[in-house]
């Protein structure tokens, strides 16, 4: 493999593993939003403002001086993703509000499939079959994870948490477009945007003097480490690989979040969500080893072609 080649499968094994732990951060919202007491506009809220200020302070620490400049050079790419993540995150918040954590959760299943075909028509990225393929069975295992709700009756207003739930997906996905669209601007000030715009939104229904001591310090836990060091990870890895794959990846917060609901809080996820976690992790470690296979194999061929080259030479 040349220089080149060997740099870049570096930069996307960096990507996928920065994208993962990203996805293991959010995955811990279901249970976070379960455990503070507020109600879900001032958890917004106060999620909001701890992030932004997390995100502030990392950006400030990490530019120093140039921190201006950063800010100014977002441009209308960053201004984009900070929407698309601002309405994602209060989106997800209102329907973990409406609808079960693993309805939500698997929803946004669909957004590797939204990924794809908007990196396509907006970018021409087009998607590989083997990940076609792996998005195909995470989805089918997201569709078994959810099957245990189909014959039990909803909960009021659970359809709406299902769309709120859909607008996320939705959300997640072009912000994911714009991240791999604009890979040269820093993103960071742009999620602290979107963090921000979030308090701001939320502070039209919230009441923050509702919270207490041990609320503030579970919305702090939950806006700076679930939510605020998840975007860093995450605008850092997306920007590394395609973005089905990048949204693929990071359906493992759907694996997740039941799982932490569960542990925790005794919230049995079920046979259905266990089985169906089981096949969307075979789906995201066979297309891993796919690509860690081919990418291998390049170099295999890379230098095969090395050594006849500098046999033929001599």
Do not use: K
Not at 261 to 270: D, K, M
Not at 286 to 300: P, S
């Amino acid at each position: 493999m040349s220089a080149v080649g060997a740099l870049e499968a570096g930069e996307r094994r960096r990507g996928r593993l920065l994208v993962a732990a990203a996805a293991v951060c959010w995955s811990g919202g279901g249970l976070m939003a379960r455990l503070v007491d507020t109600d879900p506009w001032t958890t917004v809220f106060w999620r909001g403002i701890f992030c932004a200020s997390f995100l502030a302070v990392v950006t400030a620490f990490r530019e120093r001086a140039g921190t201006p400049r950063v800010l100014a050079a977002m441009g209308a790419t960053g201004l984009g993703v900070a929407v698309c993540f601002a309405i994602g995150s209060t989106c997800f918040i209102m329907a973990l509000a409406r609808t079960a954590v693993a309805n939500v959760l698997i929803i946004q299943s669909l957004s590797p499939f939204m990924a794809g075909l908007l990196g396509w028509a907006w970018m021409g990225e087009r998607v590989a079959g083997r990940t076609w393929a792996a998005m195909s069975v995470a989805l089918v295992g997201s569709a078994i994870m959810l099957s245990r709700y189909v014959h039990s009756t909803p909960a009021a207003g659970s359809l709406s948490g299902d769309l709120l739930a859909f607008t996320v997906a939705l959300s997640f996905a072009s912000a994911i477009v714009l991240l791999r669209q604009g890979r040269q601007v820093q993103m960071l000030p742009a999620a602290a945007l979107a963090a921000l715009l979030t308090a701001i939104f939320a502070s039209l229904s919230a009441r923050p003097a509702t919270a207490d001591a041990r609320d503030l310090v579970l919305l702090a836990i939950f806006g700076a480490g679930q939510l605020g060091l998840g975007m860093i990870l995450f605008t850092t890895g997306a920007r590394r690989i395609p973005v089905a794959e990048a949204s693929l990846i990071a359906v493992l917060e759907s694996v997740l979040g039941p799982v932490w609901v569960w542990l925790l809080l005794s919230e049995n996820p079920g046979l259905p969500s266990i089985v169906g976690g089981l096949i969307v992790l075979a789906a995201l470690a066979g297309h891993t080893a796919v690509d860690l296979r081919l990418e291998r194999r390049g170099a295999g061929a890379q230098a095969g072609l090395r050594n006849r080259s500098s046999t033929g030479t001599r």
